[in-house]
């Protein structure tokens, strides 16, 4: 059964740096196609990060150069590295997959992926 744990969410300072993780179960990261979505209160679901078989990762334009999306296939996990933080990054934070993909070619589209875990709060103030 597909389950996904984000964790390491939090408050920080602006120009802070936090790192999320999602550990999976059910399915392997190497085979799927992976992404971080995020929700702030009153805007839409943002795709900010993708991921798949490919190894090749994808970014929204407004986390370019700032987030770093990455899987570790040994111990099946997600992760997101977030530097720069702006008071902007403030979201729920949801670790998502479609794991019968080995790749997606709309990754920005958050309709694309069938797994989400719970989410994490990101705040910077």
């Known amino acids: 059964h597909v389950q996904l744990v984000e964790s390491g969410g939090g408050s920080v300072q602006a120009g802070g740096s936090l790192n999320l993780s999602c550990t999976i179960s059910g399915f392997s990261v190497s085979r799927a196609s992976m992404a971080w979505i995020r929700q702030a209160p009153g805007k839409e679901r943002e795709v900010i990060a993708g991921?798949?078989?490919?190894?090749?990762?994808n970014y929204a334009d407004n986390v370019k150069g700032r987030f770093t999306i990455s899987t570790d296939n040994f111990k099946n996990f997600l992760y997101l590295r977030m530097n720069s933080l702006t008071p902007e990054d403030t979201a729920m934070y949801y670790c998502?997959?479609?794991?019968?993909?080995?790749?997606?070619?709309?990754?920005?589209?958050?309709?694309?992926?069938?797994?989400w875990g719970q989410g994490t709060q990101v705040t910077v103030s």
């Open positions: 998502a997959a479609d794991s019968s993909k080995l790749r997606i070619f709309a990754w920005w589209n958050h309709r694309e992926y069938k797994s």
């Open positions: 991921i798949d078989t490919t190894g090749v990762p």
